[in-house]
């Protein structure tokens, strides 16, 4: 196994599109050295980025940000003003693992691990987040949405690597929040997670967007969510039908932590939750 540890991003992509054989990239390595230790994966090359600048730093410019890859999780948790900015979306990363994952795990690897149930995805989603995604033939800027095709699988083509995630300035009284439910307290992986992100005009909602995690094959928007609360007060009536919306998009498996039924059931419980705490943090 070869590892390399270029300083750009363009040798980054060289050693990616020249690889022959299973190329990685190494960011935090939480997902990546599990499937190692486990025989799930074997690199014949792990390209490991954090010692590239674009992909160390998070930026921001008139209100909008820009989050390297190889930010970690416990980086994110402590920059001020994106906290301000997109609450939901760091509370979101910052509840992968532990304090320990915290100090390794970044936003781009959990996007690229491409877990149905990963945490910080449909908070992305939501905030209307995007991948700054960097090959041989250029850039390139997708929507978070876009990255994910499957469990386990990516729309990234050979020699392709996520330098960073943007977060767009959010507009004035706009919140966000993220809820997951896990069987345990701590340490477990998602029944099911919710992402909301909403924007207020005298108290009524203007405009939505709700991502399900973990009750599909990949993350899913659900815009009848969005419009059921759009032009509401995110009265009773309305929650109910946000949650009606979010279960039925739900098309979850069966497993030891959740029956499908339940799933689908907690799907709504748990959006109705997030979107009164997004409906506070816009000012509502
Ligand atoms: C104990 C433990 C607890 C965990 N708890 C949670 C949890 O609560 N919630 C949750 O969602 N996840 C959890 N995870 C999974 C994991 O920590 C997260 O998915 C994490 O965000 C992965 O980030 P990473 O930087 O470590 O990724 P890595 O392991 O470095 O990479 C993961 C995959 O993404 C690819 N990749 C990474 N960066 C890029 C890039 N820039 N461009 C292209 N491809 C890239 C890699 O090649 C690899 O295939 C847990 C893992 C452990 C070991």
Redesign the pocket.
């Known amino acids: 196994m070869r590892y390399e540890s270029p300083a750009t991003t363009k040798e980054?992509v060289a050693l990616l599109s020249k690889a022959k054989g299973e190329?990685?990239?190494?960011?935090?390595?939480?997902?990546?050295?599990?499937?190692m230790k486990t025989g799930l994966?074997e690199?014949d090359l792990?390209?490991d980025?954090k010692r590239i600048p674009a992909?160390t730093e998070i930026s921001s410019a008139k209100g909008a940000f820009r989050i390297g890859?190889?930010v970690?999780?416990a980086e994110l948790g402590k920059h001020k003003a994106l906290v301000k900015a997109w609450p939901g979306v760091v509370e979101?990363?910052n509840?992968?693992?532990?304090d320990?994952?915290q100090g390794?795990?970044?936003?781009?690897?959990?996007?690229?691990?491409?877990?149905p149930?990963?945490?910080?995805?449909p908070a992305m989603i939501a905030a209307k987040a995007k991948a700054v995604?960097v090959g041989k033939n250029g850039r390139r800027t997708v929507p978070v949405e876009k990255v994910v095709t499957g469990p386990g699988t990516?729309s990234?083509k050979k020699g392709?690597?996520?330098?960073a995630i943007t977060l767009p300035k959010p507009a004035p009284r706009t919140g966000d929040a993220y809820l997951?439910f896990?069987p345990r307290t701590e340490?477990?992986?998602?029944v099911v997670?919710v992402g909301i992100s909403l924007t207020l005009q005298r108290g009524v909602v203007k405009s939505a967007r709700v991502c399900l995690?973990a009750v599909a094959p990949t993350a899913i928007l659900v815009p009848g969510a969005a419009r059921a609360i759009t032009g509401t007060k995110l009265d009773d009536v309305a929650l109910e039908k946000l949650a009606k919306a979010c279960s039925k998009a739900c098309n979850p498996i069966d497993d030891k932590r959740g029956t499908v039924d339940y799933r689908t059931r907690v799907a709504g419980v748990l959006a109705k939750r997030a979107a009164k705490i997004a409906y506070q943090r816009a000012g509502g």
């Open positions: 980054a190329a990685q990239v190494l960011a935090g390595g939480t997902d990546l050295l599990v499937r994966s690199p792990i390209v980025i992909m890859a190889a970690s999780g979101a990363t509840l992968i693992g532990s320990q994952i390794r795990c970044t936003m781009v690897g959990n996007l690229c691990n491409a877990s149930a990963a945490d910080s995805v995604i990516t990234l392709e690597v996520v330098e997951r896990i340490m477990d992986i998602a997670g995690g």
